[in-house]
Nanobody
Framework: QVMLVESGGGLVQAGGSLRLSCAAS????????MGWFRQAPGKEREFVAA????????YYTDTVKGRFTISRDNTKNTVYLQMNSLKPEDTADYYC?????????????????WGQGTQVTVSS
């Protein structure tokens, strides 16, 4: 069974940094776009960032551009989200998922095999 496991969340002060990791089974990872999404309490799940299989193409929502960096290590079947200059509005549960259709990178419906999420809390 395909599994994604996120880690690295926690409590951090505004302006701080966190690095999230998403470890995937090889079948879920190989050849696919990987994405990070987040969901704050009472809000819909929203796109954060995505990365192509080669890592050459990356995509970000406007609110995190210049602060977050997505990367992947295909030898470790792991995708990362480096989050710098964190703001209280970044507080959410963060999820990674696999994009099997190779497009619509910002649409959660294009993704599958969601992990269980990791909680990020940014205090002001």
């Amino acid at each position: 069974q395909v599994m994604l496991v996120e880690s690295g969340g926690g409590l951090v002060q505004a302006g701080g940094s966190l690095r999230l990791s998403c470890a995937a089974s090889a079948g879920a990872f190989n050849g696919h776009i990987m994405g990070w999404f987040r969901q704050a309490p009472g809000k819909e799940r929203e796109f954060v960032a995505a990365i192509s299989w080669t890592g050459y193409n990356t995509y970000y929502t406007d609110t995190v551009k210049g602060r977050f960096t997505i990367s992947r290590d295909n030898t470790k079947n792991t995708v990362y989200l480096q989050m710098n200059s964190l703001k209280p509005e970044d507080t959410a549960d963060y999820y990674c998922a696999v994009n099997l259709i190779g497009r619509d990178v910002g649409d959660p419906l294009a993704y599958t095999n969601w992990g269980q999420g990791t909680q990020v809390t940014v205090s002001s």
